[in-house]
């Protein structure tokens, strides 16, 4: 596969080391000069020195053949930009884009630049895993596909408690696929019980989120 | 009319008091407080007395644009110094907030094309500064057109 890797920060060096180790074809893109210099040895061929929002500059870097383009540079403007031109001009499948400032998240979903990768988001989300603010924590998210995975805490006031699996029902398009008890996963039939504390995972189509959260939580 | 410009500097500013002067509502929106006093040059009254408006944030938080008011604004000029960030905010103000009016600055001839054929608004200083060399060239060549014998060292 060939890739094209906007931005030469420590995420787009790491990420075409990666990409060369396993085989692929890859040119990184980087605009400043001292950047550059400091990973030309490293990469040699590999990286490609101008910008990466120039048009002349991504064709000069092969475009037209490549199978994606990820661009991870500090700057969200620029993350859309070229991801923009390389899906709409160049007709590139595959493209990920880079999130720097969660709250420009909403100008890329604007503008059909999907998927998104924000490591401010993803360790939020983490620390939501590890310390749950709510008790609903998304753990999978494939907007793509509209599918999610999604873990919610049974409070003593969840109207499920106590009652089971088949009892309860939930509704199409969603599935009741593991309960984590003291620690413990297992898969749930028909007739498990719920109790207070347990970590339910369920499987759902994203528009049935909120349905599945009244039936399980007190909100 | 409602203008807002994003990017106050030397083309927002002065297109700023233009607008204010033919009686326009203006609004200006600058990452940078200082650049507020470009808008007062050859006024005798502060831009705010004068009429306009002026917010400091950055173009691409909402917010910003909305306190700027980009919801009541006609048109909406995008003439930050980046390129990229007049193309994102240019659509930002197009597809979400519906402006009917949009024209984005953008240096680059080729982004420029190339956004235009998409149905964006765009002036691309570069290609015009471009053109009007060539033509004042072409211009001078024409009168100096050169001879059979011209040593090329002119008179």
Redesign the interface.
């Known amino acids: 596969m060939y890739v094209i890797v906007a931005g030469a920060g420590k995420v787009g060096v790491n990420l075409t080391r990666e990409l060369l180790g396993q085989g692929h074809e890859v040119t990184l893109i980087e605009n400043r000069r001292q950047r550059y210099l400091g990973v030309e040895q490293l990469l040699e061929h590999n990286i490609l020195y101008g910008d990466a929002?120039?048009?002349?500059v991504l064709e000069r870097a092969g475009i037209e053949r490549a199978d994606m383009v990820i661009a991870v540079t500090g700057?969200?403007?620029?993350n859309?930009?070229i991801c923009q031109?390389a899906k709409?001009?160049y007709g590139i499948g595959r493209i990920i884009a880079r999130v720097n400032?969660p709250?420009?998240r909403?100008?890329f979903d604007?503008?059909g630049i999907k998927p998104v990768v924000s490591a401010t988001e993803l360790i939020l989300r983490l620390l939501e895993h590890e310390v749950p603010h709510h008790n609903l924590v998304h753990l999978l998210d494939l907007e793509e596909e509209e599918i999610e995975i999604i873990e919610i805490r049974l409070g003593s006031k969840s109207p499920v408690v106590g009652r089971s699996v088949g009892e309860v029902g939930t509704p199409d398009n969603t599935l009741v696929i593991a309960i984590i008890r003291d620690g413990r996963g297992v898969v749930p039939n028909a007739s498990t019980v719920f109790e207070e504390g347990d970590d339910i995972l369920a499987v759902l189509d994203p528009q049935r989120e909120e349905e599945l959260k009244r039936i399980f939580t007190d909100a | 009319m409602f203008v807002l410009i994003v990017g106050c500097g030397r083309v927002g500013s002065s297109l700023a008091r233009s607008m204010l002067a033919e009686g326009h509502e203006v609004s200006c929106l600058d990452e940078d407080p200082e650049s507020h006093a470009r808008l007062e040059v050859d006024l005798d009254t502060s831009w705010e007395e004068a009429g306009g408006q002026f917010t400091v944030g950055t173009a691409?938080?909402?917010q910003a644009l909305e306190e700027a008011g980009i919801v009541q604004a006609d048109a909406f000029v995008a003439a930050t110094n980046?390129?990229?960030?007049n193309?994102?905010i240019s659509?930002?103000a197009q597809?979400?907030y519906e402006v009917e009016t949009v024209i984005a600055r953008i240096l680059?001839p080729?982004?420029a094309e190339?956004y235009r054929e998409?149905g964006l608004m765009t002036i691309c200083p570069t290609k015009v500064a471009v053109e009007m060399l060539e033509e004042k060239l072409h211009r001078v060549a024409a009168v100096n057109l050169p001879e059979a014998g011209d040593t090329g060292e002119g008179g």
């Open positions: 929002s120039e048009l002349w700057d969200d403007e620029d859309i930009l031109v709409e001009k400032n709250s420009n909403a100008h604007l503008l | 691409l938080e909402t980046g390129d990229n960030t193309i994102v659509q930002i597809r979400r680059d080729l982004r190339w998409q």
